[in-house]
């Protein structure tokens, strides 16, 4: 369960109240490998946040459906009707002697806006665009960050240029981590 991936523009923000919006479970086995057929059992919990944190699973509850692919991944498919913030819960259920417990990332947000944009919410529209923009920026400016903190020439007594370069070493097996 801690290697199986979901991506798409239900576990994000940028989606449009009233329209249906999707995301996708990628099964991995225990070597971190993309499953290739289906039979996985996973259970969605989609819940909307209220302002102070709290959620009231009687009446925040939103129904979704999950459709197996038979390839290893799953279609999930919600239509928020507020906007706010939701909370996407992915359980997985340990079927294929697999371990139980909650996919990697979950429990995962997405906001909902009041907007009239349903392509929002398509597995190549806007919300997912904005996010893989977003991504290479970060990750852009994390590589030329490290790089440059990486080529600081470090002469025998220059404890702080040591640290520096130490910090981003731990940076980057943060980064693996992730």
């Known amino acids: 369960s801690s290697k199986t991936l979901a991506f798409g523009p239900g576990v994000l923000p940028g989606n449009s109240i009233n329209f249906p919006t999707q995301f996708i479970i990628q099964a991995k086995d225990k070597a971190s490998n993309n499953r290739v057929c289906g039979m ?87 919300a997912l665009q904005t996010h893989i923009l977003d991504t290479i920026k970060y990750l852009k400016d994390f590589s030329t960050t490290t790089i440059r903190g990486m080529e600081k020439t470090v002469t025998k007594d220059d404890f702080r240029a040591l640290v520096s370069v130490k910090e981003h070493l731990r940076n980057i097996a943060g980064k693996a981590e992730d």
Do not use: H, W
């Open 40 to 126: 996985d059992l996973f259970s969605v919990a989609i819940k909307r946040e209220f302002a102070d944190g709290e959620d009231s699973v009687a009446a925040t509850t939103i129904e979704n459906s999950i459709t197996d692919n038979k390839n290893g991944t799953y279609m999930i498919e919600y239509t928020p009707t507020e906007p706010g913030r939701y909370k996407v819960e992915i359980d997985f259920e340990g079927t294929f002697q697999g371990s139980r417990g909650p996919i990697r990332g979950s429990p995962f947000y997405m906001e909902a806006t009041d907007c009239d944009n349903s392509s929002a919410n398509l597995l190549d529209g806007s």
